[in-house]
């Protein structure tokens, strides 16, 4: 991932426009036992994937939280739409993981959304170790 801010055609990088909703699609959702929902949001701006996120965390005992941005380059800009649901997903399971701390009821909320999160990452990263073996044998 390049630095955003450095590659963007903006002298004030964060006046730079995000993609509106008819711009990207949400590639990946979880929402389960309705303790929380996770969205990742993939789209393409300057010819670079982008990605943006949305989640929320559900229940009057704990409180709601929650947080997102649309998807744009001064997030980040990817080579490949895998790259950007990897770091989006990454990203919010690290969100999750920092809101839960010190919340025992929030924890147990959030862990089968960061349990989710990391089986997609794990399949996500299978399936790119599957894609460089293939390339291997298409060279030989």
Same mark, same amino acid.
């Given at each position: ?51 943006? $996120? ?84 298409? $060279?030989?």
């Amino acid at each position: 991932m390049k630095c955003a801010k450095h590659t963007i055609p903006c002298d004030r990088w964060w006046e730079y426009p995000v993609l509106s909703p008819s711009q990207f699609r949400t590639v990946y959702k979880f929402d389960k036992d309705g303790s929380g929902i996770v969205k990742v949001l993939i789209g393409k701006q300057d010819g670079f994937f982008v990605m943006g $996120y949305h989640w929320e965390i559900y229940g009057s005992s704990v409180g709601c939280g929650g947080g997102g941005c649309y998807p744009g380059r001064k997030w980040g800009e990817f080579k490949s739409r895998d790259e950007a649901e990897e770091y989006a997903l990454q990203f919010v399971c690290q969100r999750f993981s920092s809101a839960s701390k010190g919340r025992k009821k929030m924890g147990s909320r959030v862990r089968p959304i960061v349990k989710a999160i990391r089986l997609r990452l794990r399949e996500l990263r299978y399936l790119q170790q599957l894609e460089f073996f293939e390339a291997m044998e298409n $060279y030989e």
